[in-house]
C-alpha cells in the first residue's frame, strides 16, 4: 500500500506568516492529491483537490503545487482562522484512501 | 446545500454491535460514492468503508474485514455502517463522507462511538 508522510508534524506560527507544509507519497501518486482543514471540534473540509485546486469557496492565500511523490501546501499569509489541523490524502478512483498523518498549527 | 446528518454513535461494551446511520440531503445520493471515514481521540484520519453508486464497489480497509458492513439504502438516501466485535481501538467520531472519484467533498459532522466496559 502506499504509504504517506507530512513534514512538519506541527508548526509555531505568526499571523502573517507564509507557511509552507510538505506532503510525501511512498510511491508516485501522479497528481491524485488532496488537502484537508480540520479545525478543533470539527469535521475535516477539502481545501485542495488534484494537488493544485482550490475548492470552491476557499481563500486564495491557500495554494497547492506537486506532482508525482512531493506536494506542498501554502498559504501565503497566515490568518488567525487558518489555525488547524492540515492533512493530505492521496486517492485513485478506487479505494483504499489512505491520509497523511496531519500537520498541526500553532500560533506563538 | 449538501447535508449529512450520522446518527447512531453511543457507549458499547467490548464485543458488541452497533449500527451508525447517515441521512443525506441536498444532492442526488445516488449517484454519488459514499465512505466512512474515522477519528480516534487525539488522533488522525482513517478511511473505514466506501460504497459505490448502485453498490458497484464496496471495499473496507483491511483493519476492519471482516467486522464492519457497510451498505446504502438510495431510496431512503440513507448510508450505514454496521459495526460488530467492537474493540476499545475503535472509540473514535465516524464521519458519513461523500465522494467524487476519491476526493472527499462533504463530511456530516461525525458520531461518537466509545467502547468500554
Redesign the interface.
Known amino acids: 500500500d502506499i504509504q504517506m508522510t507530512q513534514s512538519p508534524s506541527s508548526l509555531s506560527v505568526s499571523v502573517g506568516d507564509r507557511v509552507t507544509i510538505t506532503c510525501q507519497a511512498s510511491q508516485d501518486i501522479s497528481n491524485y492529491l488532496n488537502w484537508y482543514q480540520q479545525k478543533p471540534g470539527k469535521a475535516p473540509k477539502l481545501l485542495i483537490y488534484d494537488a493544485s485546486n482550490l475548492q470552491t469557496g476557499v481563500p486564495a492565500r491557500f495554494s497547492g503545487s506537486g506532482s508525482g511523490t512531493d506536494f506542498t501546501l501554502t498559504i501565503s499569509s497566515l490568518q488567525p482562522e487558518d489555525i488547524a489541523v492540515y492533512y493530505c490524502q492521496q486517492y485513485d478512483s478506487l479505494p483504499p484512501f489512505i491520509f497523511g498523518p496531519g500537520t498541526r498549527l500553532e500560533l506563538k | 446545500e449538501v447535508h449529512l446528518v450520522e446518527s447512531g454513535g453511543g457507549l458499547v461494551k467490548p464485543g458488541g454491535s452497533l449500527r451508525l446511520s447517515c441521512a443525506a440531503s441536498g444532492f442526488p445520493f445516488s449517484s454519488f460514492s459514499m ?1 466512512w471515514i474515522r477519528q480516534a481521540p487525539g488522533k ?4 473505514v468503508s ?1 460504497i459505490g453508486r448502485d453498490n458497484t ?1 464496496i ?1 473496507h ?1 483491511d483493519s476492519f474485514k471482516g467486522r464492519f458492513t457497510i451498505s446504502r439504502d438510495d431510496a431512503k438516501n440513507s448510508l450505514y455502517l454496521q459495526m460488530d466485535s467492537l474493540r476499545a481501538e475503535d472509540t473514535a467520531v465516524y ?1 458519513c463522507v461523500r465522494d467524487y ?5 462533504n ?4 458520531t461518537l462511538v466509545a467502547v468500554s466496559s
Open positions: 465512505n488522525g484520519l482513517e478511511w466506501s464497489y471495499s480497509a464521519y472519484r476519491g476526493t472527499f467533498d463530511w456530516g459532522q461525525g
